[in-house]
C-alpha cells in the first residue's frame, strides 16, 4: 500500500504513457498492413500506381502517430515524485486516444482498402475514397485532441 | 465569373462534307453535341458511317504495346528512375500541329519494324485465307519456334466438310492456318504446336483429310510465304532489342499518331448521335453564345458555304444545358472544389466565387504554420514555373499555391513555425487558448451559415419570389440571431442588454417559420405539421455550427504533432553530433509527414464545411458538365487554339 503511495503516480502516467502508444500503435500496424497487402496485388499488374497506392496506404498510420505524440507530451509532466493523484489523472487522460485509436484505425482501414480497388479500376475517382477515408480519421482526431486538451488544462 | 451562355444550335450539311465538318468541328473545339438520334423520322434515320473502327483500335493497341515494351526495355537499360520531373512533365501540341505532323507519319511502316506482332496490310498471302495465332493472342518466343519447326499438314477437304472443319479447327488457339478454295472443297495448311497435333491428326481423319504435299498441290510459293512469314516474325522478335534501341525519336511519332487515332476515332464515333437522310445530316448542340458566330464560319468553310445554321440562346429553365465555369484567375483552381461536389444547374449561381473565401480561411487556420505555408508556396511556384504538367495538374498545383497565403497568415497569428522551432509570440497560442479558438470557429462557422441563407435568399431575388425571402430567409434569420443571443447568456454576459430583443425576435422568427413553411402542404393540418417540422430544422443549425469546431480541433492537433516532433529533435541534438544528424532525419521526415497528413485533413475538411454546412443552405447542382469534341489525350496535352 504504502509503495502504492509512493511510486503509484508514475507507475500509472508511465501506464497510460505506454498504452496509449501501444492500442492505437496495434490499430496503426493492422490497418497499414492491410492496406499494403491489397496494394501488393496491386502493383504486381501495375507498377506505375505503386505512388498513389502508399497515399492510401499511409491513412491509416496516423492513429499510431497520434498515440505517440501524446506519449511524447507526457514525458515532460514525468517525475519521481508524481502522486497517485496525479499519475490516475494522467492514466484518464490517455483513456480517449487509447480506446479509439485501435477500431479507427482498423476502421479507416477497410476504406482504403476498397479504396485500392478503386484505384485499380478508376483511377480518378481515388481522391474520393481518400475523403471517405479522412473522414472515419476524424474520430480519432477528436479523441487526440481530447486527450491533448486535458493533459494541457492541468499543469501540476 | 460565373456559367457562361450557352446556346443551342443547329447546322445542316452534305453527307459529302461530313468528314471536312467533322475536322472543323474537332478544330474548333469548344461545342458539346447534343444526341438527337432517337428523335429520328423517315426520312431521316441515325446517323452512319463507314469509318474503319476496327483498325483504327487495332492500331491503337499495337501502338500501345510498342510504347509499352519500349518503356520497360528503357528501364532495363538504364536501370535509373526517371526523375520527379519527367514524371510529371507532358508533352504539349497544338491540335493544327498534331494534324499536320501525324499525316507525315508512315504508321504502317513504324508498326511493322517495332510492332512485335503486327499485322501489317502487306503481309497476307495472295488468295489465301490466313489465320495468325499470334495476331489474337501473345505468344512467346519458344512456341513461335516451335510452331515454325513443325512439320505442315497439308490436305484437301471436301466441300461437304470443309466449312465444319474450318469451325473445328478454330478452336484450337495455337494454330497456324491457311486455306484456299479449289474446285469441289477447300486446300488447307496447318501448322500446329507438337501438344495439339495428336488430336488435329483425329479431326483430320474424322473430316476425311486427303493428306497431300505441297508441290502436288503447286502451291508452293504460297507455303513458302507462309513460312517466311513466320521467320520473318521470329527474327523480329529476336532483334527486338536492337531496334528499341534505334527507335529514340519515333517514339514520339507514335504517341503522336495514336492521339491522332483516339481523336479521329472519337469524332467519327459521334457522327451515330446526328440524324442522316439520303443527302443531308444534321447535327445538335451547344456552343457558347460568344462564339455561336465563330463556329457558323467553320461549318461555312467546311462545306464550301452550301449549309444551314441557327443558334439560338438557351433558356435559363432549360434543364440539360451543359454547364461550363468561367471564373477570374484567383477563383479558378477552386473550381476543383465545385466540379468535386457537382456543377450548377444552368439557373444557379455557380459557387465557386462564393466559396473560395472561406475555403482559404478556414484550410489556414487547420494547417496554420508559416513554415509549412512558405514550403507549400516555394514547392508549388517552381513546380508551376519549371514543369509543364497536365492542366488538371497544374490547376491543382495552383491551388495548392493560393491556400499557402492563408496557412502563412494563420501561421502569424497563431505565431508558429515548422510547429515551434523558432519560438515567437502570435496573438493566440492554439495550445493555450484553445477555447478562444473554438468560440472564433464558432463565430465562423455562423458567419459562413448566415452568408449561405443570403446567398438563398438571392436566388430567391432573381427568380422573383419575393414572398419567399421572407419566409425562408428573413424569419431564419430572427430565429437563429435570437436564439444564439439567449444562448450566449449561459456562457457570457456580454449580451445581457440585448436579451428582452433577442427573445422577441425569436419568437417572431419562430411564430414565422411555423407558419408559413409548411406552405407546400395541401391542408391546414398539414401545413400546420410540416411548419412545426420545418422548425424542428433548426436543430440541424445547431449541429452545424457545432461542426465547425473541428477548425480548432485540426488547427490544435497539426500543431502538437509538431511540437511533439521537435521535442524528439531536441533530445536527439543533445547527444552529440550524430544525434544531431539523426534529428535533422526526424524533423525532415516527421513535419514532411505532419504536412502531409494535416494538410491533407485541411483540404478534405475544409471541402466538408463548404459541402454539408454551407451548400446544404442554398445549393443543388446537378448539371451536365460541358464537354469539348476532343477525345481525352493520354500522352500529349492537346492545346486549344490559340
Known amino acids: 500500500m504504502n509503495f502504492l503511495l509512493s511510486s503509484g503516480g508514475l507507475i500509472f502516467a508511465v501506464l497510460g504513457m505506454t498504452l496509449t502508444v501501444v492500442f492505437p500503435g496495434i490499430g496503426s500496424a493492422k490497418g497499414v498492413g492491410m492496406v499494403g497487402e491489397a496494394a501488393s496485388g496491386l502493383v504486381i499488374d501495375e507498377p506505375d500506381k505503386f505512388g498513389k497506392s502508399l497515399i492510401l496506404q499511409l491513412l491509416p498510420a496516423s492513429q499510431g502517430l497520434y498515440g505517440f505524440v501524446i506519449a511524447i507530451m507526457i514525458l515532460g509532466n514525468l517525475r519521481p515524485d508524481l502522486s497517485l493523484q496525479q499519475g490516475l489523472f494522467i492514466l484518464v487522460a490517455c483513456l480517449p486516444m487509447m480506446i479509439v485509436g485501435y477500431p479507427s484505425a482498423v476502421a479507416q482501414a477497410r476504406i482504403s482498402t476498397a479504396g485500392i480497388t478503386i484505384l485499380r479500376r478508376n483511377e480518378e475517382q481515388m481522391t474520393k475514397t481518400i475523403i471517405y477515408t479522412v473522414m472515419v480519421e476524424t474520430y480519432a482526431l477528436l479523441a487526440f485532441v481530447t486527450s491533448i486538451i486535458i493533459l494541457n488544462t492541468v499543469v501540476f | ?642
Open chain 2, 1 to 642: 465569373m460565373a456559367i457562361v451562355r450557352m446556346s443551342e444550335f443547329y447546322g445542316y450539311v452534305l453527307n459529302e462534307d461530313l468528314p471536312a465538318v467533322l475536322d472543323g468541328l474537332q478544330a474548333f473545339n469548344a461545342i458539346t453535341l447534343k444526341d438527337i438520334a432517337a428523335q429520328a423520322q423517315a426520312p431521316f434515320a441515325a446517323g452512319k458511317t463507314d469509318y474503319d473502327f476496327e483498325r483504327n483500335r487495332y492500331q491503337q493497341e499495337h501502338i500501345q504495346h510498342v510504347l509499352k515494351s519500349m518503356e520497360r526495355f528503357e528501364k532495363q537499360q538504364r536501370k535509373t528512375k526517371k526523375s520527379l520531373k519527367q514524371s510529371f512533365q507532358v508533352m504539349h501540341m497544338s491540335y493544327e500541329t498534331l494534324q499536320q505532323r501525324s499525316k507525315s507519319i508512315d504508321i504502317e511502316y513504324l508498326l511493322e519494324t517495332y510492332g512485335e506482332d503486327y499485322d501489317t496490310k502487306a503481309s497476307a498471302i495472295e488468295n489465301f485465307k490466313v489465320s495468325k495465332p499470334w495476331v489474337h493472342s501473345r505468344m512467346e518466343l519458344d512456341k513461335l519456334i516451335e510452331l515454325s519447326q513443325s512439320r505442315a499438314i497439308i490436305g484437301t477437304v471436301s466441300s461437304a466438310n470443309a466449312s465444319p472443319f474450318m469451325k473445328e479447327l478454330s478452336r484450337y488457339r495455337m494454330v497456324y492456318a491457311m486455306e484456299t478454295p479449289i474446285e469441289d472443297g477447300i486446300i488447307v495448311v496447318i501448322r500446329c504446336l507438337e501438344s495439339d497435333r495428336g488430336a488435329l491428326e483425329i479431326l483430320c481423319e474424322q473430316y476425311d483429310v486427303e493428306a497431300r504435299s505441297a508441290k502436288s498441290l503447286q502451291i508452293i510459293d504460297a507455303h513458302k510465304t507462309m513460312d517466311r512469314i513466320l521467320n520473318d516474325l521470329i527474327s523480329k522478335r529476336k532483334g527486338m532489342d536492337d531496334r528499341y534501341e534505334s527507335m529514340g525519336y519515333y517514339q514520339e511519332e507514335l504517341k503522336i499518331y495514336y492521339e491522332y487515332l483516339r481523336q479521329e476515332e472519337f469524332r467519327y464515333q459521334k457522327v451515330s448521335q446526328f440524324l442522316q437522310s439520303q443527302h443531308v445530316t444534321i447535327l445538335a448542340g451547344w456552343v457558347e453564345s460568344e462564339e455561336a458566330e465563330e463556329l457558323e464560319q467553320v461549318l461555312a468553310k467546311a462545306t464550301n458555304g452550301v449549309f444551314h445554321f441557327s443558334a439560338e440562346a438557351c433558356d435559363l429553365s432549360e434543364r440539360d444545358v451543359p454547364i461550363k465555369l468561367r471564373n477570374k484567375r484567383l477563383f479558378r483552381p477552386f473550381e476543383l472544389i465545385t466540379n468535386m461536389y457537382s456543377k450548377p444547374r444552368y439557373n444557379e449561381l455557380d459557387p465557386t466565387p462564393l466559396l473560395t473565401v472561406f475555403y482559404a480561411v478556414f484550410f489556414g487556420m487547420m494547417l496554420a504554420d508559416i513554415g509549412y505555408g512558405l514550403l507549400m508556396a516555394v514547392g508549388c511556384f517552381l513546380a508551376l514555373k519549371l514543369i509543364q504538367m497536365k492542366q488538371s495538374t497544374r490547376q491543382m498545383i495552383s491551388f495548392l499555391l493560393i491556400l499557402s497565403v492563408p496557412t502563412i497568415l494563420w501561421g502569424i497569428i497563431y505565431g508558429s513555425f515548422f510547429g515551434g522551432l523558432i519560438p515567437m509570440r502570435g496573438l493566440l497560442d492554439i495550445q493555450r487558448d484553445f477555447n478562444l479558438v473554438m468560440v472564433i470557429s464558432l463565430a465562423f462557422g455562423v458567419l459562413h451559415l448566415f452568408f449561405g441563407l443570403a446567398l438563398k435568399g438571392y436566388l430567391y431575388f432573381i427568380r422573383k419570389e419575393y414572398a419567399a425571402i421572407l419566409y425562408d430567409v428573413v424569419f431564419w434569420y430572427l430565429a437563429l440571431i435570437g436564439a444564439i443571443i439567449l444562448i450566449s447568456m449561459m456562457f457570457t454576459d456580454l449580451l445581457k442588454a440585448w436579451q428582452g430583443i433577442g427573445l422577441v425576435l425569436m419568437v417572431i422568427g419562430m411564430a414565422g417559420i411555423v407558419l408559413t413553411n409548411g406552405r407546400s402542404a395541401k391542408t391546414i393540418p398539414g401545413k400546420a405539421a410540416s411548419g412545426l417540422y420545418s422548425l424542428y430544422g433548426i436543430t440541424n443549425y445547431v449541429g452545424d455550427i457545432v461542426s465547425y469546431t473541428r477548425l480548432m480541433a485540426l488547427g490544435l492537433a497539426g500543431a502538437s504533432i509538431g511540437m511533439a516532433f521537435n521535442m524528439i529533435v531536441t533530445m536527439l541534438s543533445a547527444l552529440g553530433w550524430y544525434g544531431v544528424l539523426f534529428g535533422a532525419a526526424v524533423f525532415a521526415i516527421g513535419h514532411g509527414f505532419n504536412v502531409f497528413i494535416s494538410g491533407l485533413s485541411a483540404y478534405v475538411h475544409s471541402a466538408r464545411l463548404t459541402y454539408v454546412e454551407f451548400f446544404g443552405k442554398f445549393y443543388q447542382g446537378g448539371g451536365a458538365p460541358f464537354t469539348n469534341f476532343r477525345a481525352a489525350s493520354t500522352y500529349i496535352e492537346i492545346g486549344d487554339k490559340t
